[in-house]
């Protein structure tokens, strides 16, 4: 991957919080339009995973920001097209969606030094003949020049809901009411946090996916696209 990226080269930046929908969304729109992908809150999960196997103490930024630089990762596919995340050379796809690596994730973002280590990382994935990126930020500060920007909510209820029947389908056990729990609070950290909070970009059209067909929204995405396209 190149340390520098073309400013040329289109991006679209879906936006919002957990349980959106932003990931598959955004991994289909890619796949329509032929463009690259970027997970951006995988790097985050990354590190914080990478930082637990090397027993880093959240709590220390100095630290926190040598594993940022140091963990290597990359995307792949498997057999059957399913995203598959490498960290330092294992596979750590499964234990990047537990509900452990997203409160890492959460926590390590909100330190400022960590942010800047990362933002030249996900720039680079700016490549022809297009960019779609999913997170939190990346419309307001890590492609705020992005031709196409698109903001992704739900209820908090309908997200609680969606991702117990993503875990109950991986035999994980929870419950609707704890996880409820964990993304109000997540929601709350990331709208509150000093550095590049939880916000639409001014300029972002929202989608309000709940109660909406995954289709629909991938169509509606891909409007957008459309709509801003020159020609």
Not at 161 to 170: E, I, P
Not at 184 to 196: E, G, M, P, Y
Not at 213 to 230: E, F, K, N, Q, S
Request: aromatic share 4%.
């Amino acid at each position: 991957m190149p340390t520098t990226a073309d400013p040329s080269v289109p991006v679209l930046t879906l936006d919002g919080p957990s349980g959106s929908g932003k990931g598959t969304v955004s991994r289909l729109v890619a796949a329509r339009l032929g463009w690259h992908y970027l997970d951006s809150g995988a790097l985050y999960r990354a590190v914080g995973i990478a930082a637990g196997w090397s027993a880093v103490d959240l709590s220390d930024a100095s630290a926190l920001v040598r594993c940022a630089f140091d963990t290597h990762v990359e995307f792949r596919e498997d057999g059957a097209r399913e995203p598959r995340v490498i960290v330092n050379g294992a596979d750590a796809t499964d234990e990047l969606r537990t509900e452990a690596a997203g409160a890492a994730a959460s926590a390590i973002a909100a330190i400022p030094e960590v942010r800047a280590a990362l933002k030249e990382r996900q720039r680079a994935f700016r490549r022809p003949p297009g960019l779609v990126a999913d997170g939190r930020d990346m419309g307001t500060v890590i492609f705020p020049d992005a031709p196409f920007k698109v903001f992704l909510t739900a209820s908090a209820e309908e997200r609680a809901q969606r991702r117990y029947k993503q875990l109950k389908d991986k035999g994980v056990s929870v419950t609707l009411d704890g996880l409820l729990r964990e993304i109000l609070a997540r929601d709350a950290r990331d709208a509150s946090r000093a550095v590049a909070p939880l916000r639409p970009a001014d300029d972002a059209v929202r989608i309000d996916t709940t109660g909406l067909p995954i289709a629909d929204v991938v169509d509606r995405v891909l409007a957008v696209v459309t709509a801003g396209a020159p020609g």
